[in-house]
């Protein structure tokens, strides 16, 4: 079991505040990824990592960025808030095993924007 | 497309009361089919991971199969806090070296005493 972490937990901010989402895993996965969850609704993949210095969009559009200095850590950055991006945010990591990458999931954080 | 469908949407169970959810799939070449519960307001917890059709895998009251269409997760006498929303993914093989994860919409199970 992978040990994944993301802090806040819980975030109320207003529109236009620029906010950044921490994302650690200590299991040195190279993977790691970032998804969107609206209450009720399906994941959705906005950005994934092969590795350090590498990213990539996801499925869903967004307005967020990341980055990927260090293999354990997978931050998420809102330059400026708007109440569209009030979601669920999980971040994910994985390591290629023999058959698939099974990925490991983080508590998430619950996104409020005013 | 690649394509994932779970059903029900929703199964209220009595306690002891056995059933099964389904999970269908259609895409070009299975990596591997994953199963997640998720409880309210947290993350998804891994289950289990299917490969190849035939596969069967089991964790105390729970039990996937796989088969080339299609999953089932099997809960056999379940308990109150078996309750929480499963999810179901699959993996397909890219010619690159990631694979993405698909997943369903999901099953709200809920078990009553």
């Known amino acids: 079991e992978a040990d994944i972490y993301q802090t806040p937990r819980y975030l109320v901010i207003g529109t236009g505040k620029k906010i950044t989402l921490e994302c650690s895993q200590t299991m040195g996965h190279d993977k790691m990824y970032w998804y969107q969850q609206d209450p009720g609704m399906e994941l959705h993949l906005i950005h994934y990592?092969?590795?350090?210095?590498?990213?990539e969009k996801g499925d869903l559009s967004s307005e967020s960025t990341v980055s990927r200095i260090r293999t354990e850590h997978f931050p998420l950055t809102l330059e400026s808030a708007r109440p569209s991006h009030t979601s669920q945010y999980l971040c994910?990591?994985?390591?290629?095993?023999?058959?698939?990458?099974?990925?490991?999931f983080g508590p998430g954080t619950r996104l409020t924007v005013l | 497309e690649d394509q994932v469908t779970q059903s029900p949407e929703a199964l209220r169970l009595q306690e002891g009361e056995s059933s099964s959810l389904n999970c269908s799939y259609t895409v070009s070449g299975l990596r591997g089919l994953f199963w997640y519960r998720q409880d309210p307001g947290k993350g998804p917890e891994f289950l289990f991971t299917?490969?190849?059709a035939g596969e069967e895998k089991e964790k105390e009251r729970l039990k996937a199969t796989l088969t080339k269409k299609e999953s089932f997760l099997h809960i056999t006498a379940p308990k109150p806090e078996d309750s929480a929303t499963y999810l179901c993914?699959?993996?397909?093989?890219?010619?690159?070296?990631?694979?993405?994860?698909?997943f369903g919409a999901g099953t709200q199970v809920v078990v009553t005493p």
């Open positions: 299917l490969y190849s």
């Open positions: 994910a990591s994985s390591e290629t095993g023999p058959g698939g990458d099974t990925q490991y």
């Open positions: 990592s092969y590795g350090v210095n590498s990213t």
């Open positions: 993914a699959v993996q397909v093989w890219k010619t690159d070296s990631w694979g993405k994860l698909q």
